[in-house]
């Protein structure tokens, strides 16, 4: 029999609602047994005042919904307890439910696996659950709400059919060629192969928007010792997120901080200071990391000292390039700022007084938008759907180029298997358990 399971559902700690959800065939007697009445009508909150099972001990008077398979989440009897959220009404009622027979704490991710396994959701949109509780922006938001939806499921089960239909089309000519067909069955489906093919190119040549997007845009900070990095981070973050010492050097290692900017989430990073000489062997593996985390970046922002111009920093110069935004700083303690830095546009900023800060912002999240707004379709948002979709791809390529029909057929249903890999319609035992093991409890 299959088991009921249990588990918080809301953030633990101290609020003022709590829930916590039942879903399985046991879930309707367990709350009978709460509440010592008969079961309330589906779909009808309804006040009840739930006691221990056991003592009959009063634990709280708790709003509760029933919803009966399949409709509900899991596609199963469910029962929530809409709590008041202080730690003993929680832990009591948790306590009442592990003592009713037939009933387990769920393990991690167990409420969407069943969801998923009851068809419910496909993988796609079971993944965008978990990206949707873990969303700290509204761009964040909105791509997971999308994925929930089935957009990208829709998509590539969409390219799946076509796949399926041209397949039948190969194979016609292959099982059947003595019977009355019309000539060239098989050659209806290079268009379709082709086009798709193009399609996927398409699809995946997005720059990671999607993925970048669930992560953060990277930017790092980067300039010369003294040129106010941490200040300018700090001034970012509005919080004193790294050490600002007029000693040159302090910042030996890379220091993160998570941002907002325009909807869009970003990781902007503090690097140590750039120069030819480091001080000790500490400062030299900072300015190593502080390289390869420009390298990395995402966009870049190169900050240089007002107050020692027109000397410039070769170091700085030499990391210049698209994807940078040029920053005066120090501009409080000059008489006027030059326009551009070597060339390059600058925005003059003073990281002390947060004179130029407005217009700075503005620039960074223009550089964001570009990189991480969508035209409209639906972004891949894992590297699994990548690895998937190139391997879609590739069989598509050698399926067009083979010389048999029977090698044309193999290909087909090879990039048909890696497209039903991403919904969960083939294949899915093996990354059912890494998939869902890292979603927490409640979900």
């Known amino acids: 029999m299959i088991p009921t399971i249990f588990a918080l559902a809301t953030a633990p700690g101290r609020a003022g609602v709590a829930v916590v959800r039942v879903s399985g065939p046991a879930s309707g007697g367990a709350l009978a047994a709460l509440t010592g009445k008969p079961l309330p009508e589906p779909r009808l909150a309804t006040l009840v005042r739930l006691r221990d099972p056991k003592t009959g001990e009063a634990l709280d008077d708790a709003l509760v919904l029933r919803f009966t398979a399949p409709r509900s989440f899991t596609g199963e009897d469910v029962v929530e307890l809409h709590l008041h959220g202080g730690r003993a009404v929680v832990a009591g009622v948790v306590e009442a439910l592990s003592t009713l027979p037939g009933l387990r704490v ?24 978990a990206d949707l509780v873990d969303a700290e922006t509204s761009a964040q938001r909105r791509q997971a709400l999308r994925q929930m939806e089935g957009v990208l499921g829709k998509l590539y089960d969409g390219w799946r059919e076509r796949l399926t239909r041209s397949l039948a089309h190969i194979e016609a000519d292959i099982d059947f060629p003595d019977e009355d067909l019309p000539s060239g069955v098989s050659d209806a489906a290079r268009p379709v192969l082709s086009g798709l093919a ?29 040129a106010g990095k941490s200040s300018l981070l700090n001034a970012l973050a ?8 007029a000693r040159a050097g302090t910042t030996r290692d890379v220091i993160e901080v998570h941002l907002d900017l325009g909807g869009y989430p970003v990781v902007l990073a503090d690097t ?7 001080a000790d062997e500490v400062e030299e593996e900072g300015i190593r990391r502080a390289l390869a985390r420009a390298a ?17 920093d070769p170091a700085t110069i030499a990391l210049l390039d698209k994807d940078t935004v040029v920053v005066l700083n120090k501009t409080d303690a ?10 390059w546009e600058a925005v003059a900023v003073s990281a002390r007084t947060g004179a130029g800060l407005p217009e700075l912002e503005r ?10 707004a969508g035209s409209g379709a639906p972004a891949l948002t894992r590297a699994r759907h990548r690895s998937a ?15 048999l029909p029977e090698l044309m057929a193999e290909d087909v249903r090879l990039a048909s298997r890696a497209l039903g890999r991403i919904t969960g319609r083939v294949d899915v035992e093996d990354l059912l358990d890494v998939i869902f093991r890292d979603f927490c409890i409640g979900k």
């Open 272 to 278: 140590a200071g750039l120069r030819e000489a480091a």
């Open 363 to 372: 620039r960074l999240t223009a550089f964001t938008a570009d990189r991480l």
């Open 296 to 312: 990395r970046a995402d966009v870049k922002v190169a900050v240089f000292d007002s107050t020692a111009l027109p000397t410039l």
């Open 389 to 403: 979709l190139e391997e879609c791809r590739d069989a598509l390529r050698r399926a067009l180029t083979a010389p």
């Open 334 to 343: 000059v008489d006027s700022a030059v326009p551009t830095v070597d060339g």
């Open 238 to 245: 509005r919080r004193e997120a790294a050490i600002v010492s």
């Open 198 to 226: 193009a399609e996927i190119d398409a699809h995946l040549d997005d720059r990671g928007r999607g993925e970048r997007l669930r992560e953060g845009l990277h930017i790092a900070i980067v300039g010369a010792p003294n």
């Open 106 to 129: 769920a393990e991690p991710g167990e409420f969407t696996r069943r969801a998923f396994e009851n068809g419910k959701l496909d993988l796609t949109e079971a993944e965008a659950v």
